[in-house]
């Protein structure tokens, strides 16, 4: 039988459960890996252990659904010049393909190691990460492997951008034969980047139809430099998310209300590419289902800290602390498909993976009230103290 740990002291528990709700002088139990009991702390069961967190607000881990962890060098060169008016492009894809084709094994697994253990030290317990940058069939395969070591979901990119050395219609033919038929074992999921200079929509459909042959679920990146067919092409095949959603239509915000695909949005990319924000009081308000997630990549978006998007989120995406604290959780559960049964993440309820982050705070809402200081306290990721 495994053991029982009881959590005592949580002044705030956000358990993002329909009847669970909120809970005030809270007290919540994990055995092994999974939550076995939430309530009132008055009424709460005996336990093998007890950790007293003193009045610290509690919520689910961090669901980070939308990162691209598997990557070598660096572009503060690049992010200098942006910071300075060059625009964003994307075109430093390419660079970052270099430096990960030409390093290790060993280098890139460190390197995710290195960026998972901080996001874990800032809350993270659930991370998807995509190849992407390695755009052949072995580099990819290799990017696939190594994250299937290391995170909870992998996606293959390998649609990322068209390699200098290739013609566009020959490299689609290898991602969607022999790359896809190399990578399946290792991913779940696929994702293309629909966007004018990376692939148009006929393209994304083709290599997306190709994955869900394979039985992958699919992803795409939409409307992240401009309005385009991304959101479209992602609701019309069900896609499971359309991450970025910078400039959205009237009729992308319907589209994304009126189906399951959530939109994943990626504030932190969108202020460090000096693009506007997304429309995210309004996909909220058309009720469409959305997820915060840091994007976190050596070019468009450098950071892994989730707090920085709830922040953000909340300061300038005009969202409530309560809607932005579920977006980077059960919002990101909902894009990776883990939102639900045995062993569900972003939500605190019996069965659901004992995920679990206490606040330096009384309440949730500090994470905005006191923007920029670092509150993680402690973290668990199924059951295990991680901080
Ligand atoms: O999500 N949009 C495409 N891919 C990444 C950018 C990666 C990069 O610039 O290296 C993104 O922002």
């Known amino acids: 039988m495994p053991t029982a740990t009881i959590i005592t002291g949580i002044s705030e528990l956000t358990t993002n459960d329909e009847e669970l709700g ?23 069961p005996a336990a093998d252990h007890r950790v007293d967190l003193e009045g610290r607000a509690v919520l689910p881990g961090w669901v980070d659904s939308h990162t691209h962890l598997v990557f070598a060098g660096d572009r503060t060169a690049e992010f200098t010049a942006r910071m300075a008016g060059r625009p ?139 309005r385009g067919p991304g959101v479209e092409l992602a609701v019309e095949l069900g896609a499971a998310s359309v991450d970025h959603c910078t400039h959205l239509g009237a009729a992308d915000i319907a589209a994304l209300a009126d189906s399951d695909t959530v939109a994943t949005l990626l504030p932190a990319c969108d202020l460090s590419t000096r693009q506007p924000l997304p429309p995210a009081r309004e996909l909220l308000d058309a009720g469409a289902t959305v997820a915060l997630a840091s994007n976190c990549n050596p070019g468009s978006s450098y950071t892994s800290s989730m707090a920085f998007c709830v922040t953000t989120a909340v300061l ?41 982050q206490a606040l330096d705070a009384p309440s949730a809402a500090w994470l905005a009230y006191r923007p920029g200081v670092p509150l993680t306290h402690r973290v668990w990721r199924a059951g295990r103290p991680v901080r």
């Not at 909120?22 to 709460?44: C, H, N, T, Y």
């Not at 030290?121 to 395969?141: H, P």
């Not at 005009?318 to 932005?324: I, S, W, Y």
Request: proline share 3%; glycine share 10%; aromatic share 4%.
């Open 22 to 44: 909120k809970l005030a002088e809270a007290a919540l139990v994990f055995e092994g890996q999974r939550i076995s009991w939430v309530g009132p702390a008055r009424d709460a």
């Open 88 to 226: 964003y492009t994307a075109g430093g894809i390419a660079e970052t393909v270099r430096a990960t084709r030409a390093a290790t094994d060993a280098e890139l697994a460190a390197n995710l190691r290195a960026h998972l253990a901080e996001a874990v030290a800032q809350g993270t317990t659930c991370v998807e990460t995509k190849t992407g940058y390695g755009l052949t069939v072995e580099d990819e395969l290799r990017a696939a492997r190594i994250a299937a070591t290391e995170v909870d979901e992998v996606t293959c990119l390998g649609a990322h951008l068209v390699p200098p050395e290739r013609a566009a219609e020959d490299y689609l033919d290898t991602v969607r034969g022999p790359m896809l038929d190399a990578v399946t074992p290792h991913v779940s999921w696929c994702d293309v980047f629909c966007e004018r200079g990376a692939f148009d929509a006929e393209q994304s459909r083709r290599v997306l139809l190709a994955a869900r042959e394979r039985g992958l679920g699919l992803r795409v990146h939409g409307n992240q430099l401009e």
């Open 316 to 356: 300038q995406l005009r969202m409530t602390v309560d809607e932005a604290v579920r977006a980077a959780t059960r919002g990101g559960a909902a894009a990776l498909g883990r939102d639900g049964g045995d062993g569900a993440v972003g939500v605190l309820r019996p069965g659901a993976r004992a995920d679990v």
